[in-house]
């Protein structure tokens, strides 16, 4: 097939609406794993950055970065490592996302549902806020490795906040998976380029990705709402993280913006592109 932006309306589904009713069925079956993307938070009002671009433009506001760097968060977390300090890249990352961010209405629906898995890709407390009434949920986090001295890829947290175990995470009703780090509870991030140097070297063996998430994944698809594919990092992690799931896969999507490379990766990973607004999407699946 010839994969080109301009033919996306021949991937357009025939009823794109009734085909997201059937999968938002299957979302609250738990037959779905919801994969957000900083696209949802991006539709409230948050005092945060809610692209990889935005967050490269604020470190750029704290920072004089190289030209190479511009436009590229890790790029920009690396240069301002290399030529500061880890502990400067931290702050800079805490204070960027310290601003609380609402859970919008489609967390507090996401919430409500029975789902064993949930991942959420951007670095806000959004989704553990809505999650926050219950008691039968963890989080598991990526965490960087450099410097910690300790041959660990990720760290759990139960609801309070406090540091759990792998053992506790297995029995909890729902895990949401932060596979970059969060503001909250403990401030881990992974940002810079060398924070991912070990993780994509060994992602395609999915040591970085907690077991508990490889075992809720199977037998799941992904529904990815948010997200942007434009850049090979997170191409990389979609891919992964919903390695040896079922599929088909479905995103939404905004073809104005999409890319050649995003649809080349949407069609080569059984990924059904949904050309929708978001916020009519999120409207139709909460209704359906």
Request: net charge neutral.
């Amino acid at each position: 097939m010839n994969i080109s932006v301009a033919n996306i309306e021949t991937l357009k589904l025939a009823d794109a609406e009734a085909v997201l009713k059937d999968v938002a069925a299957e979302l609250r079956a738990d037959k779905v794993v919801p994969y957000l993307g900083p696209g949802l938070v991006a539709l409230g009002t948050p005092a945060i950055p809610v692209t990889p671009e935005d967050l490269s433009v604020f470190f750029g506001t704290k920072v004089a970065l190289p030209k190479r760097a511009k436009g590229n968060c890790w790029a920009a977390a690396q240069h301002i490592e290399s030529m500061k300090h880890r502990n400067t890249v931290s702050a800079l990352m805490a204070e960027a996302f310290g601003p609380e961010v609402a859970p919008l209405p489609f967390h507090t629906f996401l919430a409500g549902l029975p789902l064993a898995l949930i991942v959420d890709t951007w670095y806000d407390g959004a989704m553990r806020g809505a999650l926050a009434g219950r008691t039968d949920w963890g989080e598991a986090q990526g965490i960087t490795r450099a410097g910690i001295g300790e041959d660990r890829w990720y760290r759990f947290y139960d609801p309070a906040g406090a540091e759990s175990d792998r053992a506790t995470a297995e029995g909890w009703k729902t895990v949401l998976y932060k596979p970059h780090g969060s503001a909250a509870p403990a401030k881990n991030w992974l940002i810079s380029d060398a924070d991912y140097v070990e993780v994509l070297t060994e992602i395609d063996i999915q040591t970085p990705i907690p077991d508990v998430v490889k075992n809720r994944r199977t037998e799941r698809s992904f529904l990815f709402l948010g997200c942007r594919f434009h850049d090979q990092m997170l191409r990389t992690y979609a891919r992964q993280i919903s390695k040896r799931s079922r599929a088909p896969h479905f995103a939404i999507v905004d073809e104005a913006t999409l890319t050649k490379n995003e649809l080349r990766f949407l069609l080569g990973h059984a990924i059904t592109p949904i050309a929708m607004p978001l916020p009519k999407a999120l409207d139709v699946i909460m209704s359906a």
